[in-house]
């Protein structure tokens, strides 16, 4: 590397939260297609986890398949640089989903 080049790193963040789904039912259609949207707009890696597997919440298919159902922990992880964002939000949607 050359005395005058430039260079630049970026910040990487991890953010970890354990929420808990408060839903009648299961993690059904809409609240997987609200976490699904939500995921996709952050550049961070996201991941869900809940017992014992993991997927990438951008997917609506693999949210319901997790097979997450009323009082289930599920663990939302993310790294990269708007990875406390990405956490907070995926968190607010699983406490106010219907």
Avoid: C, K, W, Y
Wanted: glycine letters at 6%; aromatic letters at 2%.
């Amino acid at each position: 590397m050359s005395p005058n080049s430039d260079t630049t790193t970026t910040a990487t963040t991890m953010a970890i939260h354990e929420v808990t789904v408060v839903l009648p039912a299961n993690l059904h259609a809409r609240p997987a297609g609200q976490l699904a949207r939500a995921a996709a707009r952050f550049t961070s890696v996201i991941q869900l986890q809940h017992s014992g597997r993991t997927i990438n919440p951008t997917g609506v298919l693999a949210v319901m398949g997790l097979g997450a159902t009323a009082a289930s922990s599920l663990t939302i992880r993310a790294e990269g640089p708007d990875a406390e964002q990405a956490v907070t939000a995926l968190a607010d949607i699983l406490a106010n989903a219907e």
